[in-house]
């Protein structure tokens, strides 16, 4: 098992950064960004510069871009995806960071690009690490940085950048396969909300009046879409509707990542797609662990910046819980199975691997093991979706249409009568 104690000589040197509001020893107002390793090295760095701090937290990623890499952005996007693929190519041929970066940058044909990667070439020249360097690119995950980070501590980052690059392409690909699969059916959805609103709007209110002057109740459906038109012609419901959609994107404008989290807790809690995105994440997590104890890491430290690596933000509360665990006394296994995220077959996998001392192989093969049932659920929910969404909208209109149906015969009924 590994060590639990510091006798290691690694120690984690990630540098964040962090933006401030400070006043000098003269009484004048100063605002500024520092790189600290933590909150607390950033307000013990600028007390040791004799500024009296006013306002201090995380700067975000990229705050500090230029005007022009903003305008970039309107144009052709950067592509990251790319951007890792040629990255990982130059660092497993031999070249440094900085000489890979340099060497992207002459090759780079858009002005746009050669910016982005100088900023980067700058951060790195200035003593950032290439974590911190690499933050700056708009829209990468964060999950991706703290995958990085782990290559720097773990000294085996050429080959987290080819994981990186791996799995954006792999990102690239299923998203794309997801836009391609699901094209037919919201064009099917589509075609249903336009028939019902059809139906709601033209053919009810014309068939409502003959059941009302003949004093027999309508059938059910055109009852229920009478209701439904009635109620969206009501204006408080209206307001009603309007403001919640209004909160919302207030909501979601002013806490984005809220919004994400919230999004993202309830996206695992979906009966196929959520246990497809929950082994996903529980195997870069194991993935990273496997990276870092492979290369001598401690082990609560590994299990910290690994959790930094899980996609789910909702798991890490409890990933990081099995670091604390740990460090109490508890044996690894022992903190797998007290966490409750993982199936008993991996926590079995664990408690062998620890047994007999190849734990980052084993975690390897766990991870693999995660992914690979997670792309089998997620080849199946694609399989599945067009013919269900089918059946479900063959279903619903065809109910409509014996509906309506029914109610024309009840129409030509009481003109018999």
Known sequence: MPKLSGSSNWKIA????????????QGRQQKGQIDAVDLADARRRLRADGLSISDLKAAQAGSEKPQAASAVRFGRSFNTTRFFADLSVLMNAGLGVDQALRAMQDAASRTGDRQIIGRMIERLSSGATPSVALSSLH?????????ISSGEHSARLPYVMKIVAADLEKRDAQRKQLIDASVYPLFLLAMMFLAIGVVTFVLVPTLEPIFESSGRSPPFIVAMLSSVRGALGDPVVILTIFAGIVCVTIFAMMRPSAMRTAFAAVVLKLPFLGRAISQSALARYLQSLSLLLDNAVPLPDALALSARCCPAVAFREKLLS?????????????AFK??????????????????????????ENAAGVLRSDAQRLTDRLLALMTPLITIFLGILIGGLVVSVMTALLGINELSVQ
Do not use: H, Q
């Open 139 to 147: 829209g990468l995950p964060e999950d991706a940085l703290a995958l």
């Open 14 to 25: 990630e540098m964040l950064r962090f933006s401030y509001t400070a006043f000098n020893p």
């Open 322 to 334: 099995m670091r604390d665990a740990v460090i109490s006394g508890k044996r690894l296994p022992e």
């Open 338 to 363: 007290a966490c409750g995220l993982f199936p008993r077959g991996i926590v079995s996998l664990v408690a062998i691997g620890d047994e007999v001392n190849k734990l980052p192989t084993v975690l």
